[in-house]
C-alpha cells in the first residue's frame, strides 16, 4: 500500500545518508527482525490493527531501552505511535499524515453519502431498525459510526500531541489546520520521495496515442466510477483508442459486480478496446506503463499518489484529480491537466486533448519526468527531512 511504498523509499534514503533506520510492521505468521538493505525491521505477527498498536509500542519500546532512537515518526492513520510514545515520553514525536479515517470512509461510499450528515439521516434508520429486530450491522455500516465518531476524534488528539506534524500535500495541512483545528506552526510540508528505477527512465512517449490506462485498485474513491462514465464520451470521438484498467479488481457497491463486469456493462462499447489485466507484479510495473499512452487518475481523493509519481517517471501524460496530493505535484509547471474527479465531461474532454495533439501529450509527460527527477529526488528531501527532524529534537528538548 501507499505507507508501506513511503516506508521503503524514505528509510532506504535515509540509510544512504547515514542514519540507521529501524522499522516497526505487521506482518501474518511469524516474528522477527532482520535487516534489509541497512534497515532494521522488526516483524510483529499481528493482523489486528488494534493489537498491532499495542505490540508495535512494546518491541520499540524493548529496542529503545537497548539502544536509544532520536525521534519516532509514525502515521496519523490508527495511531499506530500511541503506545510507543506512552512507554518512551521523553522521545520526539513527528506524525507524517497520509489520509485520515474519515477521508477514507467519506470517499469510500456509493455517491451522495458523508461521514457527518447523510450518514444520520439515512442510515441511521436502517442501523436503528437492525438493531430493534436483533439483526446483524453490516460490516460498512458499523465500520462508518466508529470511524465518523471514534476514530477521527482518536487521530486529531493523537496529531496534535506531535512535536511536528509533517504532510506531503497541501490539501493535507488544509485538512489537519481547518478540519482538526492542528496549530499551523507545527506543520511542515514535506513531500514524500521518489527515486525512480532506470526501467522508468528508459521509457519513451510514443509517437501516436492508442491507449488510455488507469492504474491502481478499481475502487470507487479512485475515480474508476468516473472514468468508465468518460470512456463512451471518449470512444464516440475516438472509436480506435484502447482502454486498460491494471489493478486488483473491487466490487461495485451498489450492484455487487466486479468492477471490470460493471465497466464494461456501464461503457457498452466493444469488448475488444477494454483490458483488465489485474494486479501487475512490481518488477513488470514499469512495463504496465510503457503500454499507456495516456493515464487517467480521477481519484476522489488522495494525499501524494505513487501511481503519479510512477507515471510521471515513465513520462506519460496524465489527467489527474485536482482533489488532495495530485494538485502539488501536476500543477506547478504544467505536469498534467487536473480536473474535477466526478465530472466525466471534463475527463473526457481532458484525454481527448491530448490524444488529439501528439506534441503537447509528449512534452508533457517529459516535463512531468523532469519534475520527479527535480522535486522529489532523495537528495532534495532528504536533506530537507533531516532539517525538520533536527528541527523536532530541539523543541522537544
Not at 505468521?29 to 499481528?46: D, F, P, Q
Not at 536509544?68 to 521523553?90: Q, R, Y
Amino acid at each position: 500500500g501507499g505507507i508501506a511504498t513511503y516506508v521503503a523509499q524514505a528509510s532506504s534514503m535515509m540509510v544512504a545518508r547515514g542514519h540507521e533506520v529501524d522499522v516497526f510492521a505487521s506482518t501474518p505468521g511469524y516474528k522477527r527482525t532482520e535487516s534489509l538493505a541497512g534497515v532494521t525491521v522488526h516483524w510483529i505477527n499481528e493482523t489486528s490493527m488494534e493489537r498491532f498498536v499495542i505490540k508495535a509500542g512494546h518491541e520499540f519500546a524493548i529496542a529503545h531501552e537497548k539502544q536509544p532512537f532520536d525521534v519516532l515518526e509514525t502515521p496519523e492513520f490508527n495511531c499506530e505511535g500511541a503506545i510507543a510514545k506512552t512507554l518512551v515520553p521523553e522521545i520526539p514525536l513527528l506524525v507524517k499524515m497520509h489520509t485520515p479515517t474519515s477521508i477514507l470512509a467519506k470517499y469510500s461510499r456509493p455517491k451522495g453519502f458523508s461521514v457527518f450528515a447523510r450518514f444520520q439521516l439515512e442510515n441511521a434508520r436502517d442501523v436503528a431498525r437492525r438493531l430493534f429486530n436483533r439483526e446483524r450491522l453490516r460490516s460498512w455500516q458499523w465500520d462508518d459510526l466508529e470511524k465518523a465518531y471514534v476514530i477521527d476524534g482518536q487521530e486529531r488528539d493523537y496529531t496534535d500531541r506531535a512535536d511536528l506534524v509533517l504532510t506531503p500535500c497541501l490539501s493535507l495541512a488544509e485538512f489537519a489546520t481547518e478540519q482538526w483545528g492542528i496549530n499551523e506552526s507545527k506543520i511542515r510540508h514535506l513531500p514524500n520521495p521518489y527515486s525512480p528505477s532506470d526501467s522508468f527512465l528508459r521509457i519513451r512517449p510514443r509517437a501516436s496515442a492508442t491507449t488510455v490506462g488507469f492504474v491502481g485498485r478499481l475502487e470507487r474513491k479512485k475515480g474508476v466510477e468516473s472514468f468508465a462514465r468518460a470512456i463512451p464520451l471518449i470512444h464516440k470521438a475516438e472509436p480506435k483508442l484502447n482502454f486498460r484498467f491494471i489493478g486488483r479488481i473491487g466490487t461495485h457497491r451498489q450492484t455487487g459486480l466486479p468492477y471490470d463486469q460493471w465497466i464494461r456493462k456501464t461503457t457498452n462499447i466493444p469488448a475488444d478496446l477494454l483490458e483488465f489485466p489485474g494486479k501487475i507484479s512490481l518488477d513488470r510495473i514499469a512495463e504496465a506503463y510503457e503500454s499507456l499512452d495516456v493515464c487517467v487518475f480521477p481519484s476522489l481523493w488522495e494525499n501524494f499518489p505513487n501511481v503519479c509519481l510512477e507515471a510521471m517517471a515513465a513520462a506519460r501524460a496524465i489527467v489527474g484529480s485536482r482533489e488532495g496530493g495530485m494538485r502539488d505535484m501536476l500543477e506547478p509547471t504544467g505536469a498534467g491537466i487536473l480536473v474535477d474527479p466526478t465530472d466525466a465531461a471534463s475527463i473526457a474532454r481532458s484525454v481527448l486533448e491530448l490524444v488529439s495533439d501528439d506534441r503537447r501529450r509528449i512534452e508533457m509527460g517529459l516535463a512531468a519526468r523532469q519534475r520527479v527527477i527535480d522535486e522529489y529526488s532523495p537528495e532534495r528531501i532528504g536533506t530537507r527531512t533531516e532539517e525538520i527532524f533536527r528541527e523536532a529534537v530541539e523543541l522537544h528538548g
